[in-house]
């Protein structure tokens, strides 16, 4: 159905050759879009560049449960920029059948213009560079789309048959002023339903076995020009229909039936090859444990499998089968999995197919749907493993130790996972026992950045030096994706651009990274740098600020000012950032004068920092510790006042006085 971040654009997926509607003669516009076209614009709409203001669908499902889904849409142009609102897009696969795709535009005149074959294009899918799909998207441009004008779009497609389930998103980038969902079952059919960031609705029974939600002046959710929030698609509102077996009533009993119907796709597919079995052998030769052998294994698979995806039909939730993904050394998110699993079994080692999405929220343990885009794995612990480095653990209600490992994010080494996970929801599929789960917070010392500098300045105010860093975790992800993605001239240019931002006049005199290969060892990066008139004179005073590089200040101004807050507040990953910087004074100067010591925790977070003299040195000594993915708006005002503590202790200015 409709998505809502980008632009209201129809998508369907369709099983027949598409027919070409627009060698049809032309035909008005129909009763239905005539009246939509007269609904008054909301006088509450605001800047909002256009204004959904119909949006119905109807789906109707055979005794088989095979389902037919027609969408009627209209959407006023308010302005320029809104005329993306009124594209309408149309896609189908290689097997697809007769279906309707009708465009038409009512000008503000009352003038109407119908899309034609000249106005249609078709590409086909590009989502990702790493993908093969048979799926084409036939596109229309409609004609007379400018400000005040109507554009009105009619679908009729049959749903994918092995999907009983679909998502109606119910929220937008713009206000809607009235949508509606029908869903009509064969005779003694059942539905099921959940609801995400909305009041659960009561349908109307319009006749029998004929259901009806409807809603009227739904707001429009917009994140503009507003800093570390959640991810769109998490705070918007939507809801999940299901019909036939994958209909069952209690949020528990339907994760469990998404879950069971998940695993059955994968039977068989995980089934490891005498091939890979040796191959197993091999690798945890002489592994003196789990996490050895744990590490051996899904560092093969990171190495060694390409991430490539491939959707046809049914392959966009079947994966491959452990043989084939291990010849052809590629596959997708759940290729990865199934050979991950298959290799798991050879030492004894059980693994599952955990759905979950890579953004965090997205996932809702109290809406259960199929609206996650990603598979990851869950390998099951043997009972007692104490192993420190194995973090990103979590247990089921029935007792299994699960640790939690994505096998597609080849900079992330098995024991962690990434920030966008940390804390979100996913669905174990395990049968009976298939259970959505929350993935950990981990601790903050698994993450961070140790950074160590040794500078001299001169009398002059020239600082030269050289700084150590030390990444761990997803810190040493971001540095491993940055050397994977730039050469060497970009990357010069980049260190260049974010050391010199804090450093105007910043000569860059060479850099070197270590470790980048390994996952099991912190990415360290060697700087050596001068900075012209680093240190300010003031008459007989030279001015310098003690914290030579780097920022833990997180930019988030309307916070800053004060502004009310309605969403959480995006922290990044728990972690520790240290700083321990040592300054050489010129000859005959003396500290005059040193920034006051800087301390505050607020729960979420602390920061502390201090400056030292000894022994004609000036010591710099910071530490900022992140416990949490996300804080609520009501701390707020704890957030700000961390933030303005980080400013004053980097600021912190040493003052030195010739002798």
């Known amino acids: 159905m409709?998505?809502?971040?980008?632009?209201?654009?129809?998508?369907?997926?369709?099983?027949?050759?598409?027919?070409?509607?627009?060698?049809?003669?032309?035909?008005?516009?129909?009763?239905?879009?005539?009246?939509?076209?007269?609904?008054?614009?909301?006088?509450?709409?605001?800047?909002?560049?256009?204004?959904?203001?119909f949006d119905e669908y109807t789906i109707t499902v055979d005794a088989q449960n095979r389902a037919t889904e027609q969408e009627r849409f209209a959407v006023r142009i308010l302005q320029p920029q809104g005329r993306r609102y009124g594209a309408c897009a149309l896609t189908y696969d290689n097997n697809a059948k007769q279906?309707?795709?009708?465009?038409?535009?009512?000008?503000?005149?009352?003038?109407q213009f119908q899309a034609m074959d000249d106005d249609f294009s078709e590409e086909g899918d590009s989502?990702?560079?790493?993908?093969?799909?048979?799926?084409?998207?036939?596109?229309?441009?409609?004609?007379?789309?400018?400000?005040?004008?109507?554009?009105?779009?009619?679908?009729?497609?049959p749903l994918r048959p092995y999907m009983s389930f679909e998502n109606w998103d119910i929220q937008a980038s713009i206000p809607i002023v009235h949508e509606a969902l029908d869903l009509i079952l064969p005779p003694g059919g059942h539905y099921a339903e959940s609801w995400h960031k909305y009041p659960p609705l009561q349908p109307v029974e319009v006749g029998p076995d004929h259901l009806r939600w409807s809603i009227e002046n739904m707001p429009r959710l917009t994140l503009?020009?507003?800093?570390?929030?959640?991810?769109?698609?998490?705070?918007?509102?939507?809801?999940?229909?299901?019909?036939?077996?994958?209909?069952?009533?209690?949020?528990?009993a339907q994760w469990r039936a998404l879950g069971k119907w998940g695993q059955q796709l994968q039977e068989h597919r995980t089934e490891p090859t005498p091939e890979i079995a040796a191959r197993v052998q091999e690798l945890v030769a002489g592994a003196p444990?789990?996490?050895?052998?744990?590490?051996?294994?899904?560092?093969?698979?990171?190495?060694?499998?390409?991430?490539?995806?491939?959707?046809?039909?049914?392959?966009?939730?079947?994966?491959?089968?452990?043989?084939?993904?291990?010849?052809?050394?590629?596959?997708?998110?759940?290729?990865?999995?199934?050979?991950?699993?298959?290799?798991?079994?050879?030492?004894?080692?059980?693994?599952?197919?955990?759905?979950?999405?890579?953004?965090?929220?997205?996932?809702?343990?109290?809406?259960?749907?199929?609206?996650?885009?990603?598979?990851?794995?869950?390998?099951?612990?043997?009972?007692?493993?104490?192993?420190?480095?194995?973090?990103?653990?979590?247990?089921?209600?029935?007792?299994?130790?699960?640790?939690?490992?994505?096998?597609?994010?080849?900079?992330?080494?098995?024991?962690?996972i990434r920030e966008e996970l940390q804390g979100a929801w996913g669905n174990?599929?395990?049968?009976?026992?298939?259970?959505?789960?929350?993935?950990?917070?981990?601790?903050?010392?698994?993450?961070?950045?140790?950074?160590?500098?040794?500078?001299?300045?001169?009398?002059?105010?020239?600082?030269?030096?050289?700084?150590?860093?030390?990444?761990?975790?997803?810190?040493?992800?971001?540095?491993?994706?940055?050397?994977?993605?730039?050469?060497?001239?970009?990357?010069?240019?980049?260190?260049?651009?974010?050391?010199?931002?804090?450093?105007?006049?910043?000569?860059?005199?060479?850099y070197a990274f270590h470790n980048a290969a390994d996952l099991d060892k912190p990415v360290e990066l060697d700087l050596h740098l001068s900075v012209p008139t680093y240190a300010h004179p003031a008459g007989p005073l030279l001015l310098l600020r003690a914290r030579v590089i780097?920022?833990?200040?997180?930019?988030?101004?309307?916070?800053?000012?004060?502004?009310?807050?309605?969403?959480?507040?995006?922290?990044?990953?728990?972690?520790?950032?240290?700083?321990?910087?040592?300054?050489?004074?010129?000859?005959?100067?003396?500290?005059?004068?040193?920034?006051?010591?800087?301390?505050?925790?607020?729960?979420?977070?602390s920061y502390a920092t201090a400056v030292t003299v000894e022994s004609g040195k000036v010591h710099y000594e910071s530490e900022y510790v992140v416990r949490a993915v996300e804080i609520p708006p009501a701390k707020a005002a704890d957030f700000r006042r961390l933030e303005e503590t980080i400013l004053n202790g980097e600021d912190g200015t040493v003052v030195l006085k010739k002798q």
Not at 2 to 31: I, N, T
Not at 229 to 245: I, K, N, Q, T
Request: net charge negative; charged share 25%.
């Open 224 to 252: 503009e020009n507003l800093h570390a929030v959640p991810e769109w698609g998490s705070l918007a509102a939507r809801m999940a229909v299901f019909w036939g077996d994958m209909a069952v009533k209690g949020s528990d």
């Open 428 to 510: 174990i599929f395990d049968g009976d026992q298939s259970v959505v789960l929350q993935m950990p917070v981990l601790r903050p010392e698994t993450a961070g950045m140790e950074r160590k500098g040794a500078f001299t300045v001169s009398a002059d105010g020239t600082l030269a030096g050289d700084i150590v860093e030390n990444f761990t975790g997803d810190q040493a992800g971001n540095e491993r994706h940055l050397l994977k993605d730039n050469d060497a001239k970009e990357l010069n240019r980049r260190l260049e651009t974010s050391i010199g931002s804090r450093l105007p006049g910043m000569v860059l005199k060479g």
């Open 289 to 416: 444990d789990l996490y050895t052998k744990l590490s051996r294994i899904t560092s093969y698979i990171q190495k060694n499998v390409r991430y490539f995806i491939v959707v046809r039909g049914i392959g966009g939730w079947q994966s491959h089968y452990a043989s084939d993904i291990y010849q052809r050394h590629y596959g997708d998110c759940k290729d990865k999995t199934t050979l991950l699993i298959a290799m798991l079994k050879v030492i004894g080692v059980q693994g599952y197919y955990f759905h979950v999405d890579s953004r965090r929220g997205v996932i809702d343990p109290d809406a259960p749907s199929l609206s996650g885009n990603h598979m990851i794995t869950a390998i099951e612990l043997p009972a007692g493993t104490m192993d420190g480095r194995l973090s990103a653990r979590v247990k089921t209600p029935e007792g299994k130790e699960l640790l939690i490992f994505d096998p597609t994010d080849e900079e992330t080494p098995v024991g962690l």
């Open 2 to 53: 409709r998505g809502g971040s980008v632009s209201l654009v129809l998508v369907a997926f369709l099983l027949g050759p598409l027919a070409a509607e627009a060698k049809e003669k032309k035909m008005p516009a129909p009763d239905w879009a005539v009246t939509a076209a007269q609904t008054p614009t909301p006088a509450d709409v605001g800047d909002a560049p256009a204004v959904v203001l």
């Open 550 to 605: 780097g920022s833990d200040v997180a930019h988030v101004p309307e916070v800053m000012e004060g502004k009310p807050r309605r969403f959480a507040i995006e922290l990044g990953n728990p972690g520790r950032w240290h700083n321990s910087y040592d300054i050489v004074l010129p000859e005959g100067y003396k500290v005059d004068e040193t920034p006051d010591p800087v301390k505050l925790d607020v729960g979420f977070a």
């Open 99 to 111: 279906n309707t795709f009708h465009v038409w535009t009512i000008a503000a005149d009352g003038r």
């Open 127 to 157: 989502a990702y560079a790493e993908m093969q799909s048979d799926d084409r998207t036939r596109i229309v441009k409609p004609l007379a789309a400018d400000p005040g004008a109507v554009v009105a779009c009619e679908t009729q497609q």
